[in-house]
């Protein structure tokens, strides 16, 4: 069963215009001109109960605004969005009792108070049974290891340990979706690890639908099986994320030490990307004979010393899609 | 409730990081009565005029300068705040009334002047020039109720313009305004039974005067009982109204609402 539905959602900010200079600054007192931003363009996508999504694009692609359309904070300027079979504007307040959320660039702590006072706030707000509330407090604070700085005022914490507190605030409840916008930024790779483990545990064991904007890939991987990629308002992939890699990471990374330079090489299947004489990079294409093939075909021309392999990793996956999109664009504009 | 309770102990806290305003704050609204007191004095002198005498003017110069102390919740100022630095998203995504979460911050707010500026600043006030008590008891009755038709009128107001600045994504002049209006219609500076037939027809239909002018007039005695009542239940139909105002401009203004940085 699908608890998001999002049917040609489109999003249009008016965006007034501005006139450089002092006097332009009058001028723009009295105009009315305004240009359309289109931050989501006519997006369709539905995700179903205990799901992982890693929501992805480029910085501007609309992720943050699609993130605030579903908890319900802004209204699409077309299209349908349906969570928890309701229009989440219109039942805010209902949908945020089954919602949590995790700003990255926010908090929502109170900042001269301990840890333990938001946590106790939030008891409040929400209504939750004490005991409840204790024993989900304590399987947060024990997975994210928080015992430590419970008492110690928010604005002392650093940025780990205060994003450890917000993802388990927004946890207590017990909701049925979890929103994340950038939950990993700025964090250092413990930190990091620690989060994704966490989240990876509350999405299998609670069933929790997380949703999840990021620019990490590895968050996606270590957390998400399904991936939505977005660019300039536009979806353009949604599926598994083995898949996407299949599709676009078909390339390995040979590097080769060789006893001496042996000059040129031809070899079937590997092209030279870098040579650096005794050392030389080759990029293998998958195709029917495997890497190991041609690298011992290699080794019995020449005198190898030692080989690596490397698969191409995620970000370089998207990397290549971006720039795939980035032309298809430019092909575009060149024949309008 | 108790979530309500715990926001408007939490803005009263916070008020207290402000603790040198505190000072300031008591040595300026003694020299503002300070001032407003020697003019009466040099005004009126030992008779009266228009049957008031100076030691009454000083008394309702006391009271509407405590009142302005006390609605300083500072309403407006605070959802600017949350729609600048965008933290009205998370605001918003929690099972909360908005305009009851602001309410309660607000209440914490004068809750926190009555007790650090309202309070001390009239004791100083009483050593220092001396207060008429009120007319009478019942009289004493209508002036509490009268402020609390202040407090809910000024948070209405505030909130009014707080919803505004949802269209206009700055508060400032229009608080601007809303303080001349204030000033003015009022009876803050000059009581209402100085003006001019015109303008005190005016403030009679403006929901201003429950700001300052009817809490001090009721406290004096300057009104009959059936006047003081007609009044407050004026200041009860304008709470009503702004009530049904805000509420409709409300559900508006969240579908207009643009989260910055987004």
Same mark, same amino acid.
């Not at chain 1, 480029?58 to 079979?85: C, D, E």
């Not at chain 1, 949590?100 to 707000?125: A, I």
């Given at each position: ?34 240009? *359309? ?11 179903? *109960? ?54 990255? /660039? ?40 928080? %015992? %430590? ?6 604005? /002392? ?51 929790? %639908? ?63 990307? /870098? ?62 | ?14 008020? @207290?990081? !402000? ?30 005029? $228009?049957?008031?005498? +100076?030691?009454? @003017?000083?008394? !309702? ?25 965008? +933290?009205? +998203? ?7 009334? !908005? ?23 009239? =004791? ?6 001396? =207060? ?16 609390? #038709? ?12 707080? &919803?505004?600045?949802?269209?206009? @994504?700055?508060?400032?002049?229009? $608080?601007? @305004? ?11 500076? &000059?009581? #209402? ?19 300052? !002018?009817?809490?001090? +007039? ?12 007609? &009044? ?9 109204? #702004? ?20």
């Amino acid at each position: 069963m699908s608890i998001i539905e999002v049917d040609g959602v489109t999003k249009t900010y008016r965006q007034y215009k501005r006139f450089p200079g002092l006097l332009g600054s009058v001028r723009s007192l009295f105009t009315r001109q305004y240009v *359309e931003e289109t931050a989501v363009r006519d997006i369709s996508f539905s995700i179903g *109960e205990g799901e992982a999504v890693g929501y992805l694009g480029p910085n501007g692609a609309g992720k943050s605004t699609m993130i605030k359309m579903m908890t319900g904070i802004l209204v699409p300027t077309s299209g349908s969005l349906r969570v928890l079979g309701n229009i989440p504007h219109e039942k805010r307040k209902q949908n945020s009792r089954e919602m949590g959320v995790v700003f990255g /660039q926010r908090s929502q702590l109170w900042w001269d108070l301990p840890v333990m006072d938001s946590f106790d706030l939030h008891k409040y707000v929400y209504r939750l049974p004490e005991s409840q509330f204790r024993s989900n407090l304590d399987f947060c604070t024990e997975l994210l290891s928080m %015992s %430590s700085f419970m008492q110690k005022p928010v604005r /002392q914490l650093s940025l780990g340990q205060r994003m450890r507190v917000e993802i388990a605030m927004s946890l207590l409840h017990e909701p049925r979706i979890l929103f994340l916008d950038e939950p990993t930024i700025g964090l250092d790779v413990i930190a990091k690890d620690q989060i994704r483990q966490f989240l990876r545990t509350v999405n299998e064991e609670k069933k929790v %639908s997380i949703i999840l904007t990021t620019h990490d890939m590895k968050d996606i991987e270590a957390i998400c099986s399904r991936m939505i990629v977005v660019n300039k308002g536009n979806l353009v992939y949604d599926g598994s994320v083995s898949h996407l890699r299949n599709q676009l990471g078909n390339e390995q990374r040979v590097t080769i030490d060789f006893r001496f330079d042996p000059g040129t090489i031809e070899t079937p299947g590997l092209t030279l990307i /870098q040579d650096n004489g005794v050392r030389k990079t080759f990029l293998f294409e998958r195709s029917h004979t495997t890497v190991f093939e041609c690298v011992s075909r290699l080794a019995a021309q020449y005198p190898v010393e030692d080989a690596s392999i490397e698969t191409e990793d995620i970000d370089s996956v998207i990397r290549k899609l971006y720039q795939q999109l980035d032309q298809k664009e430019r092909e575009r504009r060149e024949i309008g | 409730m108790k979530a309500y309770i715990m926001f408007g102990v939490k803005s009263f806290t916070k008020q @207290m990081s !402000y603790r040198s305003e505190v000072w300031l704050r008591l040595l300026g609204n003694f020299a503002v009565i300070f001032i407003q007191a020697e003019i009466w004095k040099a005004v009126i002198g030992s008779g009266q005029v $228009d049957g008031v005498s +100076a030691q009454q @003017m000083i008394t !309702y110069s006391i009271i509407n300068t405590l009142m302005l102390a006390l609605l300083l919740h500072r309403m407006s100022s605070q959802v600017d705040g949350s729609l600048k630095s965008g +933290a009205i +998203a998370s605001e918003l995504t929690k099972p909360l009334s !908005y305009p009851l979460f602001l309410l309660s911050s607000g209440l914490g707010s004068s809750g926190y002047q009555l007790v650090f500026t309202v309070i001390p600043s009239l =004791l100083i006030a009483w050593f220092a020039f001396g =207060l008429i008590p009120p007319a009478s008891g019942l009289h004493f009755a209508g002036f509490l109720a009268a402020i609390g #038709l202040a407090l809910s009128i000024s948070f209405l107001l505030g909130y009014l313009i707080s &919803l505004i600045a949802f269209w206009v @994504m700055n508060h400032f002049a229009l $608080d601007w @305004m809303l303080g001349g209006f204030i000033t003015i219609f009022s009876g803050t500076f &000059l009581p #209402l039974w100085f003006f001019p037939e015109a303008w005190q027809s005016a403030a009679g239909w403006l929901p201003f005067q429950f700001l300052g !002018y009817v809490p001090a +007039a009721v406290y004096l005695g300057t009104l009959s009982v059936t006047e003081t009542m007609v &009044l407050l239940v004026k200041g009860v139909a304008w709470s009503a109204i #702004l009530l049904v105002i805000v509420h409709k401009l409300w559900k508006k203004a969240v579908r207009r609402l643009v989260i910055q940085g987004g």
